[in-house]
C-alpha cells in the first residue's frame, strides 16, 4: 500500500544570515512514512525541525535536497493538498472577516460545491462551539476562539489527511481536550493525522506511532507501545534518551 | 491608514482652497484690502508670487485648451504671453481652427513649440493630450480662463498682468465692461503707478462707454506714467507705449483734436516699424487741420 | 488559476472594510465643493477650474489606494501569517500573485467608477452635458494605468523588504513617470553621447503612465480619442502589468515564506 505521506532523504539548511555565514542544517536526511488511517506523532524538542519538515510537506519550504510526496504527489504542486487539512503552529486569519466568510473562503478555493460548503460550515462551526459568534469579525474574537477557527478551516475541506503543528500548546485544558476529541473521532473516520508535540502525555494515548526528531535527525520511530517495550522505559525516558538526557552514554 | 503623502497633499489642498473660499468674505469684511494680498497671500507667505505666476501661466494654457509647453519644451515661450496679444489678434484674422477642435489627429497640423515627434512613442503619445496649437473659440468658453487670473490677482496683487488680462476677456468676449472696470480699479489701488492699468481702463471708457474724454485722460496719465518709469531704460516697454499713443491719437480723431493727435502720430511714427503707413495719417491729419478755423472744436 | 477569484474577492472586501478609500473620496468631495463654492465673476458656469481640480485629486486619491493597497499585501500576509493556512490549500503562488493583483485593481476600478460620477455630476451641474465617451475613455485608460501602478506595488513588496519603503518608491517612480517621462526623449537629445542612449533608452523601458492621462482632454472638453489608440494603449498597460506580474511571481515563487 502506498504511504499517504512520504519523505525521502530530506535535507534542510537556512543560511544564516549573521556575519558568521555558514548554515543551520535544520533536517539532515529524514525519510518518514505514513500509512493511511495512522494517527502518527511526530515528537522532538523545539528546534529538532519538526516545524521544517512541516512547512516542506506544505511546500512553504524548498528542501535542499529529498523529496516529499503527499498521496503520491510531489508537494510542489498544489494538488497535493487538495486533500489535506493543516493548523499552523502560531496564526491569525483575516481578522476583517467573519468566521463564516473565512470558511467560506476556503470552501471555495477547495472548489467544494456552494450547497456542501454550506452545509460542512454549518457542521463545523458547531464542532467548534463557534454558532453563536460566526458573523462577527475574526478581530472581536478572544484567543481560543481564534484558535478553534483555526482548528475549523483545517477541517473545512473534509481531509484525508490532517498535518497539526503543535496542535495543543498555547491552550487551556478545556481546548485541550477539545483537540483531543477531534482527532479521536477523525481516526474514528478512519482519517489520517499526522501532528507535532512534545507533550507526551497526550501523545501517548492518542496515537498509533510515533518518530522522535532531534537536532534534525530522526532517532526512532515505531509504534508506542512496541517502543516502551523494546526499550523498557515510559515514552517519556525513552524520548529524553533519545536526545541525550541524561548527558551519560546510554548502554545499547 | 492614510498615507504621508496623501496627509500632504490634502492639507496644501485644504488650505489652498479653504482661502480660496474665505478669501471673498475676508475681502467683503475687512473692505478693501486688496494692497497687503489678503488673506490667501498671508497663508503662503512669499510661495505666493509663485503660485500666482503658475496661475497666469495656467490661464494661458487654458487660452490654448490644454495645449501649453513645459520647462522641457526648448523652443523659447513668448515673452508677451500669447493670450494678452488676443487684442492684436482682433485686427489681424487668424485661419478657422474651429473644426480643428472635433476632428482627430493628423500629422501635419499645428505642433506649436511641440516640434514635429522625435520617435513613435513621442508620435503615439500625441493622441492623449491636447497636442494641437488651438485657441478658445467659442465666446463662452473664455470665461474658464478667469478663476486663474483671479487666484493670481489674490495671490500677487502686484502682478499687473492677471488684472490687464482678466479685464480684457470680461471687456471682449465675455461682454461684461463693468467687471472689467471694477477689477481694474482693484489692480490699480494695489498698483498705482501701473500705466497698463490706466490704458486698460482708458479702453473701457473709449469702447465701451463711449466717453472719449475720460478715456483721453486716462490715456494722458497713462503716458507720464510711462515716461516717468521708462524714460532712460535701455530697454523700454515700447508695445505698451504704441499702444497709448495709438489710443491716444483715436480719441483725439474722435474729439477733433488734430493738432494734438499730429503730435501723438509724430512719436508714433519714430517707433513704428511702419513709418511710412504714419506718415499718410500725419498728412490726412494734417489736412484737417489747415481749414480747421472754422468748426474746430478744442479739447475741454 | 480556479483560486484566483476567490482570492480577490477577499482583498476586494479587505478594502472596502477599511477606511481609506472614504477619508479619500470625503475628502476629495468636500474640496471640489469648498472650490465650487467659490463665484468668480458672478458667473457660475465656469468649469474648468473645477474639473481640473476634482480630476487632479482624483488621480492622487487613486494612485495613493492603489500603492498603498497594493504595497501592503503581500508583507502583511506574511507578517500575519495568513499566508500560511492559504498556501495550505491548493493554491499555487502563481495564483496567489494574480489574485491579489487583481483584487487590488478591481477595488481601484470600483474607487474610479465612483470618484468618476462625482466628477460627472459635478460638471454636469455647470457644463449641463454628459460626455460619456470621453469620461469612458479617461476612466478606462486610468484603470489601465492603475494596472500597471499596482503590478509595480505588488513586484516591488516582493522586491524591497519593507511595505512602506516599497510604497514611497513606487509613489516616487510614478509621480516622476507621470511629470517627466514623455520629457526624457527632450531631454536625451541635450545630452553628450552616453549619456544620451542610456537615458533614451530609459525612455523606451519605462512603463510610460501618462500616456493614460486625458485629464486635460477631459477638463477643456476636446473630442474622444481614436478608438485606436486607445486600444493600443490598453495593450501597452498590458504588456507592462504582465511583466511586473512576472517579476513578483518570479521572485515568490521559491522564496521560503517564514
Ligand atoms: N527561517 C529560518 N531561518 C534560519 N533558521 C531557521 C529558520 N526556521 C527554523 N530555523 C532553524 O531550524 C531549526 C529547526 O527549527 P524548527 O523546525 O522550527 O523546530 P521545531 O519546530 O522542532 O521546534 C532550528 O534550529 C531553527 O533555529
Ligand atoms: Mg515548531
Same mark, same amino acid.
Given at each position: 500500500?502506498?504511504?499517504?505521506?512520504?519523505?525521502?532523504?530530506?535535507?534542510?539548511?537556512?543560511?544564516?544570515?549573521?556575519?558568521?555565514?555558514?548554515?543551520?542544517?535544520?533536517?539532515?536526511?529524514?525519510?518518514?512514512?505514513?500509512?493511511?488511517?495512522?494517527?502518527?506523532?511526530?515528537?522532538?524538542?523545539?528546534?529538532?525541525?519538526?516545524?521544517?519538515?512541516?512547512?516542506?510537506?506544505?511546500?512553504?519550504?524548498?528542501?535542499?535536497?529529498?523529496?516529499?510526496?503527499?498521496?503520491?504527489?510531489?508537494?510542489?504542486?498544489?494538488?497535493?493538498?487538495?486533500?489535506?487539512?493543516?493548523?499552523?503552529?502560531?496564526?491569525?486569519?483575516?481578522?476583517?472577516?467573519?468566521?463564516?466568510?473565512?470558511?467560506?473562503?476556503?470552501?471555495?478555493?477547495?472548489?467544494?460545491?456552494?450547497?456542501?460548503?454550506?452545509?460542512?460550515?454549518?457542521?463545523?462551526?458547531?464542532?467548534?462551539?463557534?454558532?453563536?459568534?460566526?458573523?462577527?469579525?475574526?478581530?472581536?474574537?478572544?484567543?481560543?476562539?481564534?484558535?478553534?477557527?483555526?482548528?475549523?478551516?483545517?477541517?473545512?475541506?473534509?481531509?484525508?489527511?490532517?498535518?497539526?503543528?503543535?496542535?495543543?500548546?498555547?491552550?487551556?485544558?478545556?481546548?485541550?481536550?477539545?483537540?483531543?476529541?477531534?482527532?479521536?473521532?477523525?481516526?474514528?473516520?478512519?482519517?489520517?493525522?499526522?501532528?507535532?508535540?512534545?507533550?507526551?502525555?497526550?501523545?501517548?494515548?492518542?496515537?498509533?506511532?510515533?518518530?522522535?526528531?532531534?537536532?534534525?535527525?530522526?532517532?526512532?520511530?515505531?509504534?508506542?507501545?512496541?517502543?516502551?517495550?523494546?526499550?523498557?522505559?515510559?515514552?517519556?525516558?525513552?524520548?529524553?534518551?533519545?536526545?541525550?538526557?541524561?548527558?551519560?552514554?546510554?548502554?545499547? | 491608514?492614510?498615507?504621508?503623502?496623501?496627509?500632504?497633499?490634502?492639507?496644501?489642498?485644504?488650505?489652498?482652497?479653504?482661502?480660496?473660499?474665505?478669501?471673498?468674505?475676508?475681502?467683503? #469684511?475687512?473692505?478693501? /484690502?486688496? *494692497?497687503?494680498?489678503? %488673506?490667501? @497671500?498671508? !497663508? +503662503?507667505? =512669499?510661495?505666493? $508670487?509663485?503660485?500666482?505666476?503658475?496661475?497666469?501661466?495656467?490661464?494661458?494654457?487654458?487660452?490654448?485648451?490644454?495645449?501649453?509647453?513645459?520647462?522641457?519644451?526648448?523652443?523659447?515661450?513668448?515673452?508677451?504671453?500669447?493670450?494678452?496679444?488676443?487684442?492684436?489678434?482682433?485686427?489681424?484674422?487668424?485661419?478657422?481652427?474651429?473644426?480643428?477642435?472635433?476632428?482627430?489627429?493628423?500629422?501635419?497640423?499645428?505642433?506649436?513649440?511641440?516640434?514635429?515627434?522625435?520617435?513613435?512613442?513621442?508620435?503615439?503619445?500625441?493622441?492623449?493630450?491636447?497636442?494641437?496649437?488651438?485657441?478658445?473659440?467659442?465666446?463662452?468658453?473664455?470665461?474658464?480662463?478667469?478663476?486663474?487670473?483671479?487666484?493670481?490677482?489674490?495671490?500677487?496683487?502686484?502682478?499687473?498682468?492677471?488684472?490687464?488680462?482678466?479685464?480684457? #476677456?470680461?471687456?471682449? /468676449?465675455? *461682454?461684461?465692461?463693468? %467687471?472689467? @472696470?471694477? !477689477? +481694474?480699479? =482693484?489692480?490699480? $489701488?494695489?498698483?498705482?503707478?501701473?500705466?497698463?492699468?490706466?490704458?486698460?481702463?482708458?479702453?473701457?471708457?473709449?469702447?465701451?462707454?463711449?466717453?472719449?474724454?475720460?478715456?483721453?485722460?486716462?490715456?494722458?496719465?497713462?503716458?507720464?506714467?510711462?515716461?516717468?518709469?521708462?524714460?532712460?531704460?535701455?530697454?523700454?516697454?515700447?508695445?505698451?507705449?504704441?499702444?497709448?499713443?495709438?489710443?491716444?491719437?483715436?480719441?483725439?480723431?474722435?474729439?477733433?483734436?488734430?493738432?494734438?493727435?499730429?503730435?501723438?502720430?509724430?512719436?508714433?511714427?519714430?517707433?513704428?516699424?511702419?513709418?511710412?503707413?504714419?506718415?499718410?495719417?500725419?498728412?490726412?491729419?494734417?489736412?484737417?487741420?489747415?481749414?480747421?478755423?472754422?468748426?474746430?472744436?478744442?479739447?475741454? | 488559476?480556479?483560486?484566483?477569484?476567490?482570492?480577490?474577492?477577499?482583498?476586494?472586501?479587505?478594502?472596502?472594510?477599511?477606511?481609506?478609500?472614504?477619508?479619500?473620496?470625503?475628502?476629495?468631495?468636500?474640496?471640489?465643493?469648498?472650490?465650487?463654492?467659490?463665484?468668480?465673476?458672478?458667473?457660475?458656469?465656469?468649469?474648468?477650474?473645477?474639473?481640473?481640480?476634482?480630476?487632479?485629486?482624483?488621480?492622487?486619491?487613486?494612485?495613493?489606494?492603489?500603492?498603498?493597497?497594493?504595497?501592503?499585501?503581500?508583507?502583511?500576509?506574511?507578517?500575519?501569517?495568513?499566508?500560511?493556512?492559504?498556501?495550505?490549500?491548493?493554491?499555487?503562488?502563481?495564483?496567489?500573485?494574480?489574485?491579489?493583483?487583481?483584487?487590488?485593481?478591481?477595488?481601484?476600478?470600483?474607487?474610479?467608477?465612483?470618484?468618476?460620477?462625482?466628477?460627472?455630476?459635478?460638471?454636469?451641474?455647470?457644463?449641463?452635458?454628459?460626455?460619456?465617451?470621453?469620461?469612458?475613455?479617461?476612466?478606462?485608460?486610468?484603470?489601465?494605468?492603475?494596472?500597471?501602478?499596482?503590478?509595480?506595488?505588488?513586484?516591488?513588496?516582493?522586491?524591497?523588504?519593507?511595505?512602506?519603503?516599497?510604497?514611497?518608491?513606487?509613489?516616487?517612480?510614478?509621480?516622476?513617470?507621470?511629470?517627466?517621462?514623455?520629457?526624457?526623449?527632450?531631454?536625451?537629445?541635450?545630452?553628450?553621447?552616453?549619456?544620451?542612449?542610456?537615458?533614451?533608452?530609459?525612455?523606451?523601458?519605462?512603463?510610460?503612465?501618462?500616456?493614460?492621462?486625458?485629464?486635460?482632454?477631459?477638463?477643456?472638453?476636446?473630442?474622444?480619442?481614436?478608438?485606436?489608440?486607445?486600444?493600443?494603449?490598453?495593450?501597452?498597460?498590458?504588456?507592462?502589468?504582465?511583466?511586473?506580474?512576472?517579476?513578483?511571481?518570479?521572485?515568490?515563487?521559491?522564496?521560503?515564506?517564514?
Amino acid at each position: 500500500m502506498d504511504p499517504i505521506l512520504n519523505i525521502d532523504n530530506l535535507r534542510v539548511e537556512y543560511r544564516n544570515r549573521e556575519l558568521g555565514q555558514g548554515v543551520t542544517v535544520a533536517l539532515a536526511d529524514l525519510s518518514l512514512r505514513v500509512n493511511a488511517g495512522e494517527v502518527f506523532g511526530f515528537l522532538g524538542p523545539n528546534g529538532a525541525g519538526k516545524t521544517t519538515t512541516i512547512q516542506v510537506l506544505l511546500g512553504f519550504v524548498q528542501p535542499t535536497r529529498g523529496s516529499a510526496q503527499l498521496f503520491g504527489v510531489d508537494v510542489r504542486e498544489p494538488t497535493a493538498r487538495q486533500r489535506l487539512g493543516y493548523l499552523p503552529e502560531l496564526t491569525y486569519y483575516y481578522k476583517f472577516l467573519s468566521a463564516e466568510e473565512l470558511l467560506r473562503f476556503y470552501a471555495r478555493l477547495f472548489r467544494l460545491a456552494r450547497g456542501e460548503a454550506e452545509r460542512r460550515i454549518d457542521a463545523i462551526l458547531k464542532l467548534v462551539e463557534l454558532e453563536s459568534a460566526r458573523r462577527r469579525p475574526i478581530k472581536t474574537y478572544s484567543k481560543g476562539m481564534q484558535q478553534r477557527v483555526g482548528l475549523a478551516q483545517a477541517l473545512i475541506n473534509n481531509p484525508d489527511l490532517l498535518i497539526l503543528d503543535e496542535p495543543t500548546s498555547g491552550l487551556d485544558p478545556l481546548g485541550r481536550m477539545k483537540v483531543r476529541e477531534i482527532i479521536d473521532r477523525l481516526r474514528g473516520e478512519g482519517k489520517t493525522v499526522f501532528f507535532s508535540s512534545h507533550e507526551l502525555g497526550e501523545v501517548e494515548t492518542a496515537c498509533d506511532r510515533v518518530a522522535i526528531l532531534h537536532q534534525g535527525q530522526l532517532k526512532v520511530v515505531g509504534p508506542v507501545a512496541a517502543l516502551v517495550r523494546e526499550h523498557q522505559a515510559s515514552l517519556e525516558q525513552v524520548f529524553l534518551r533519545m536526545i541525550g538526557y541524561p548527558p551519560t552514554p546510554t548502554p545499547a | 491608514m492614510p498615507s504621508p503623502y496623501l496627509v500632504l497633499v490634502f492639507l496644501l489642498t485644504v488650505c489652498v482652497s479653504l482661502a480660496t473660499w474665505l478669501q471673498p468674505h475676508y475681502l467683503a #469684511w475687512g473692505g478693501s /484690502r486688496t *494692497g497687503d494680498g489678503g %488673506l490667501l @497671500a498671508t !497663508l +503662503l507667505g =512669499e510661495s505666493r $508670487r509663485l503660485f500666482a505666476a503658475q496661475f497666469f501661466f495656467k490661464a494661458d494654457a487654458y487660452f490654448h485648451s490644454g495645449f501649453y509647453p513645459t520647462i522641457f519644451d526648448n523652443q523659447i515661450v513668448e515673452k508677451e504671453l500669447h493670450m494678452s496679444e488676443e487684442s492684436e489678434a482682433a485686427r489681424t484674422p487668424r485661419p478657422p481652427e474651429a473644426e480643428a477642435r472635433t476632428t482627430q489627429w493628423s500629422p501635419g497640423e499645428d505642433y506649436g513649440f511641440l516640434g514635429s515627434p522625435k520617435d513613435w512613442l513621442d508620435r503615439f503619445s500625441r493622441n492623449f493630450f491636447p497636442s494641437r496649437h488651438t485657441h478658445l473659440e467659442q465666446k463662452s468658453e473664455a470665461r474658464e480662463i478667469l478663476p486663474w487670473l483671479r487666484l493670481s490677482t489674490w495671490l500677487d496683487p502686484h502682478r499687473v498682468e492677471s488684472y490687464t488680462v482678466a479685464a480684457f #476677456w470680461l471687456r471682449t /468676449r465675455l *461682454g461684461r465692461p463693468e %467687471l472689467a @472696470a471694477q !477689477l +481694474l480699479h =482693484e489692480g490699480w $489701488r494695489a498698483n498705482p503707478d501701473s500705466y497698463e492699468i490706466l490704458l486698460a481702463l482708458g479702453r473701457i471708457d473709449e469702447e465701451n462707454r463711449h466717453d472719449p474724454v475720460r478715456a483721453h485722460n486716462l490715456y494722458a496719465l497713462a503716458l507720464r506714467k510711462w515716461h516717468r518709469q521708462q524714460d532712460g531704460n535701455a530697454e523700454p516697454d515700447l508695445y505698451t507705449y504704441r499702444e497709448l499713443l495709438g489710443h491716444l491719437v483715436l480719441v483725439d480723431e474722435k474729439q477733433g483734436d488734430w493738432a494734438e493727435a499730429v503730435q501723438y502720430l509724430t512719436l508714433l511714427k519714430k517707433i513704428s516699424p511702419n513709418p511710412a503707413a504714419i506718415q499718410r495719417q500725419i498728412d490726412e491729419a494734417r489736412a484737417k487741420l489747415t481749414p480747421a478755423p472754422g468748426p474746430a472744436p478744442g479739447p475741454p | 488559476m480556479n483560486a484566483v477569484w476567490p482570492i480577490a474577492t477577499v482583498v476586494v472586501k479587505e478594502l472596502y472594510r477599511r477606511k481609506d478609500f472614504y477619508v479619500l473620496f470625503v475628502l476629495t468631495a468636500l474640496i471640489t465643493l469648498l472650490m465650487g463654492s467659490v463665484t468668480f465673476f458672478h458667473d457660475d458656469r465656469i468649469a474648468r477650474y473645477l474639473k481640473e481640480l476634482c480630476l487632479l485629486l482624483i488621480w492622487v486619491s487613486t494612485l495613493v489606494i492603489a500603492i498603498t493597497a497594493t504595497a501592503r499585501q503581500l508583507p502583511a500576509e506574511r507578517e500575519q501569517r495568513t499566508i500560511l493556512p492559504l498556501l495550505a490549500k491548493p493554491v499555487s503562488r502563481g495564483e496567489v500573485v494574480v489574485g491579489k493583483f487583481l483584487g487590488c485593481w478591481l477595488a481601484c476600478g470600483v474607487a474610479l467608477v465612483v470618484f468618476y460620477l462625482f466628477f460627472g455630476v459635478v460638471s454636469a451641474t455647470r457644463e449641463h452635458a454628459w460626455p460619456l465617451t470621453n469620461y469612458f475613455q479617461a476612466l478606462w485608460l486610468q484603470w489601465c494605468m492603475l494596472a500597471i501602478v499596482v503590478a509595480m506595488s505588488l513586484a516591488g513588496s516582493l522586491v524591497f523588504a519593507a511595505p512602506s519603503s516599497n510604497a514611497t518608491i513606487v509613489f516616487l517612480v510614478a509621480s516622476a513617470i507621470l511629470l517627466v517621462g514623455r520629457h526624457l526623449n527632450t531631454v536625451a537629445l541635450t545630452l553628450p553621447e552616453p549619456a544620451q542612449t542610456l537615458v533614451y533608452a530609459l525612455y523606451f523601458a519605462l512603463p510610460h503612465l501618462e500616456l493614460f492621462d486625458l485629464r486635460d482632454l477631459l477638463v477643456h472638453d476636446w473630442a474622444p480619442i481614436a478608438w485606436w489608440a486607445w486600444a493600443a494603449a490598453t495593450l501597452y498597460a498590458l504588456a507592462y502589468t504582465w511583466v511586473f506580474l512576472l517579476v513578483a511571481w518570479l521572485s515568490f515563487r521559491r522564496r521560503p515564506l517564514v
